[in-house]
C-alpha cells in the first residue's frame, strides 16, 4: 500500500478530523474536542495539524498535532486508523512533525501519551521517545 499523502487541516475539516479521533484516538482522562477549538487551533497556527491522507481513496488514516508556542515543540493527538497501524503512518506522521520543528527552531520535542496506553508506549519508544521522570504534568481545567 503506498504512503499516504501529508497535509496541513484546514477548516474544511474539522468534522472528518473530529469523525476520525472518536475512532481512532485515546479519548480517557481529557476534555472532548469541539470543531471550536480545533478550528482555534488551525486558525492560530495552520500548519501544526498534519493529516495522513490515502492517496488512493482520500480517506483520513493518521493525524498528529505539532505545536509549536515560540519556545518549546509538542506532540499531540497522534492517531492512525486502527485498520491502518503498524505501516508506518505514525513515524511518517511523526517525522513531519519534528521536521516542522526542526524549520521552527525547535530543539526537543514532547509528546502527551496516557499511562495507561500500552500500545502507544510502544510506538514512542520505537520513535526515540522516552518517559522523562523527572517532571510531571500538572493540570487544571478552565
Known amino acids: 500500500m503506498p504512503a499516504p499523502e501529508l497535509r496541513p487541516a484546514t477548516v474544511a475539516d474539522l468534522d472528518t478530523v473530529l469523525a476520525f479521533w472518536q475512532l481512532a484516538a485515546e479519548d480517557a482522562h481529557r476534555p472532548a474536542d469541539s470543531a471550536a477549538a480545533v ?13 495522513a491522507v490515502d492517496a488512493a481513496t482520500g480517506e483520513l488514516v493518521g493525524t498528529v498535532i505539532a505545536g509549536w508556542d515560540g519556545w518549546r515543540c ?3 493527538r497522534l492517531a492512525v486508523h486502527p485498520g ?25 520535542a514532547d509528546a502527551m501519551v496516557l499511562d495507561e ?24 481545567p478552565l
Do not use: C, M
Open 84 to 108: 491502518r497501524r503498524r505501516a508506518g503512518i505514525g513515524r511518517l506522521l511523526v517525522d513531519a512533525a519534528e521536521a516542522r520543528f526542526r524549520t521552527l527552531g525547535g530543539t526537543r
Open 39 to 51: 478550528s482555534a487551533l488551525v486558525a492560530r497556527d495552520p500548519e501544526a495539524l498534519i493529516l
Open 74 to 76: 509538542h506532540l499531540y
Open 117 to 140: 496506553n500500552d500500545l502507544a508506549h510502544h510506538a514512542w519508544r520505537s520513535g526515540g521517545y522516552a518517559p522523562q521522570a523527572e517532571w510531571s504534568r500538572w493540570v487544571k
